[in-house]
């Protein structure tokens, strides 16, 4: 499976003047991704080999181990300005122009692995970082004496890994799964008896591979499938070298008709679901990345790695058996990768001596196992095998996604040792989910929160076209999906708002704030009923638009008295009181009702680009009172009383409230708001 790789830019611990530049290079590390020496940074030479910024008489001492200062770039003899503790410690260091520059730069330490007091295995790393090959089973003799915990993950039957047991399962797609048979996982794979050499024949033979070197984790140049095919075939004994091959993708070819991934991955693969159709297959660029055969051979190790951008893995077992050893992608084990992931310590420390635990899982053939977003994993093949399996992005853990990600930038990962067009994928998905959102479509909590931070990322995006180096606006501008996304800050910042008030939380929150619990039905998503809609929402950093001119009218109020009965005590009441032009009077039993009614009037008016905008807003209140007495109107009482009409007054919305109070008095409230905009253009 496709890996994260790193090279290294700084070797200060180690390097010396007169050391060739290739020897510090990591041996992940492909020549051409090492950069051109720059004046600041390059070793010094013969003539000044002798001299450093800071030597002065008398100093004495060793003076072939050197250090740069992580600042400024400048080298010094360790004679010269240490302070006599071991060169091998540090990590960071700075000199003494630079942190009096800037007081915050310290000096720091490499944290070192967790001794114990069981026997080591004392392994020679001399010739490995001369150039010189290693021992390929050296880590296998390593684990040996470490502690190792058996996994206790989950095996599934494959008809129950769906979508309903992620809506359902809290803790899906948090740890690893295996399915021990591949029935009900809808999947399509080739019969145990297909080989490395039909690999061949459905692939071609002259098709290049990447074929890596156990031994030294470095790739080995000049491979096709034929002969690789023919080294496979080779007797073990007689195989010159232990190799690997992890990174052979299949789609378009022959062999891709028989594959199929599992109906879950299908499901939820962001290529699947939101890369458009028309921009996929031959003569498009899109992320290949589903269909991948590996193809390893017996003590073949593949080291420490996070599969790139953090995506999960389907893993099926052909033929062989497969030897996992994971670590949990918990905050401190991703750092601690970090820190090791491409320094010298991937030569000679093992990873599982700077985190929590390691745990193995074997797999044999015909098992399928899914590893979720971010773990940490290596693979030992115990015999020879054969894996087909894919990378997938989803929707439930783009969190950790985005943090391998920037732990791939923060090691310098070659691109080419990256997803694939990751942040066009990420404007697609982002464009998608706004539109649903639009739609008032339902999403569970977690998805809601995994949205946060593809929102986040995307805003990061846009403020880099608009305020960053010409360099990275360009970059960006690149990564935008033009046939989808016509104003991607904006649309950015629309998803970013949009899923925050899905969640509950409104604009006044720093974080995300109390996500609200979404009713599901049947495990799917539903469309958002109005009155569920949040309301009352308010904008701290929203500045409406203003008026030029604000006229209230004067208050227009009126009383009458009016023969009407009280409403009745069924449903049918709220019916016929929210029936605005509804003539009450002339009813059997008529009772008298006091109406006390207002009527206030605002006009609002500014200018637009193309005119004039004017808004005319009308609130009407009436009071109807019932006393207990029931008679007739006398002579003299308030009758009838036409209010004089307002022109062009229109009903927009209508509310009836009802209170029932001891004399059977009730109060009907009716605001009543309209809203007329006219375009006036010269």
């Known amino acids: 499976m496709a890996r994260s790789r790193r090279r290294i830019t700084r070797s200060a611990t180690q390097k010396s003047p007169e050391r060739s530049p290739g020897s510090s290079r990591s041996s992940l590390t492909p020549m051409e991704d090492e950069p051109e020496p720059t004046q600041a940074e390059s070793t010094p030479t013969k003539t000044d080999e002798d001299v450093c910024p800071s030597c002065r008489e008398g100093v004495q001492g060793e003076k072939s181990s050197w250090i740069r200062c992580d600042a400024c770039k400048i080298w010094f003899h360790w004679a010269c300005v240490g302070d006599g503790s071991d060169l091998e410690l540090i990590n960071k260091w700075f000199c003494g122009p630079c942190m009096t520059e800037k007081p915050s730069r310290v000096m720091t330490l490499k944290v070192p692995a967790r001794k114990s007091s069981r026997k080591r295995t004392q392994l020679d790393y001399a010739n490995l970082n001369a150039g010189v090959e290693s021992d390929p089973s050296r880590w296998l003799r390593v684990i040996q004496d470490k502690p190792i915990k058996d996994d206790n993950f989950r095996r599934m039957n494959g008809a129950d890994v769906g979508l309903e047991w992620l809506e359902n399962d809290e803790t899906a797609m948090r740890e690893p799964i295996v399915v021990e048979n591949p029935e009900g996982l809808r999947m399509k794979m080739p019969s145990p008896e297909f080989s490395v050499q039909d690999v061949a024949d459905e692939v071609g033979h002259e098709t290049p591979v990447e074929v890596i070197d156990v031994a030294s984790q470095s790739n080995s140049p000049g491979w096709t499938l034929g002969r690789w095919a023919e080294y496979y075939n080779t007797e073990p004994s007689k195989r010159d070298k232990i190799r690997n091959v ?76 497969k030897v996992f050893y994971f670590i949990r992608p918990t905050p401190a084990n991703l750092q601690a990768y970090e820190r090791w992931s491409g320094t010298e310590m991937q030569s000679n420390v093992w990873l599982g001596d700077m985190v929590d635990e390691v745990v193995k899982v074997t797999l044999h053939a015909g098992n399928t196992m899914i590893i979720p977003t971010g773990w940490i994993h290596a693979v030992h093949t115990p015999v020879d095998s054969i894996v087909f399996g894919g990378n997938f992005l989803h929707s439930y853990n783009i969190a950790t996604q985005l943090k391998v990600i920037d732990i791939e930038k923060a090691t310098h990962v070659p691109k080419k040792f990256r997803f694939p067009l990751f942040v066009k994928l990420c404007w697609y998905v982002g464009d998608k989910y706004l539109r649903d959102l639009k739609s008032k479509e339902e999403f569970p909590p977690r998805i809601l929160e995994s949205l946060e931070a593809l929102a986040c990322f995307l805003v990061s995006e846009s403020q880099a076209m608009e305020r960053g180096t010409e360099v990275a606006k360009r970059e960006a501008k690149e990564n935008v999906p033009s046939d989808r996304v016509k104003d991607a800050p904006a649309m950015a910042r629309e998803l970013r708002w949009r899923v925050r008030l899905a969640a509950g939380a409104t604009s006044d929150d720093e974080d995300l704030g109390r996500l609200v619990k979404k009713s599901m039905v049947n495990g799917h998503k539903r469309k958002r009923s109005p009155t569920s809609a949040a309301v009352g929402v308010q904008f701290r950093n929203f500045q409406p638009k203003g008026w030029d001119v604000v006229n209230e009218l004067p208050r227009e109020s009126d009383k009458r008295v009016v023969n009407v009965r009280p409403p009745k005590t069924s449903n049918v009441w709220e019916q016929e009181w929210t029936e605005w032009d509804k003539e009450f009077e002339g009813q059997e039993r008529e009772e008298r009702a006091t109406v006390e009614k207002t009527r206030d009037v605002i006009i609002k008016v500014r200018k637009s680009e193309n005119g004039v905008e004017r808004q005319r807003i009308e609130r009407v209140i009436e009071k109807w009172v019932w006393r207990a007495e029931s008679s007739k109107p006398k002579e003299g009482d308030l009758q009838d009383v036409e209010m004089r009409p307002i022109e062009d007054a229109t009903v927009g919305c209508e509310e009836v409230t009802k209170e029932e109070e001891e004399e059977t008095e009730v109060h009907i409230t009716s605001p009543l708001e309209t809203t007329q905009a006219m375009e006036v253009t010269a």
Do not use: N
């Open 246 to 321: 992890i990174s052979l993708e299949i789609s378009g070819t022959k062999l891709a008709d028989q594959v199929l991934p599992p109906r879950l991955v299908r499901e939820l693969d962001w290529v699947e679901k939101f890369w458009p159709s028309t921009r996929k297959g031959k003569g498009h660029a899109y992320p290949k990345v589903q269909l991948y055969c590996l193809m390893g051979v017996a003590s073949a190790w593949t080291d420490w790695h996070v599969d790139f951008a953090g995506s999960s893995v389907y893993y099926h077992i052909l033929r062989g058996c």
